[in-house]
Nanobody, 115 residues
Framework: QVQLLESGGGLTEPGGSLRLSCTAP????????MGWQRQVSGTQRELLAI???????TYASSVKGRFTISRDNVKNTIYLQMNNLKPEDTAVYYC?????????WGQGIQVTVSS
């Protein structure tokens, strides 16, 4: 069973920042595309950002310019730096790794933006 381990969520005020981390096994990290998605209860998951094994990044328009995805190839970890957070960013955030027919998910981590 492949485990993606997430950390770094929590509560912040509007305009604040948080950084999420996701650590994967080395065999996954070196090959798979990785990304972050989020889900508000009762809605579909929203793809936020993708980073491939070569470091190329793609962002959803809703977070472009505020969120940055990056990877540390030594620590087998990807990050999502979230700046200028808004109340509408409140959601459960998931790390995702995929390649061909293989698809793995983290456990989900709550991010709450509220004054």
């Amino acid at each position: 069973q492949v485990q993606l381990l997430e950390s770094g969520g929590g509560l912040t005020e509007p305009g604040g920042s948080l950084r999420l981390s996701c650590t994967a096994p080395g065999s996954i990290f070196s090959t798979y595309h990785m990304g972050w998605q989020r889900q508000v209860s009762g809605t579909q998951r929203e793809l936020l950002a993708i980073i491939n094994s070569g470091g190329k990044t793609t962002y959803a328009s809703s977070v472009k310019g505020r969120f940055t995805i990056s990877r540390d190839n030594v620590k087998n970890t990807i990050y999502l730096q979230m700046n200028n957070l808004k109340p509408e960013d409140t959601a459960v955030y998931y790390c995702n790794a995929w390649y061909d027919s293989h698809d793995y998910w983290g456990q989900g981590i709550q991010v709450t933006v509220s004054s």
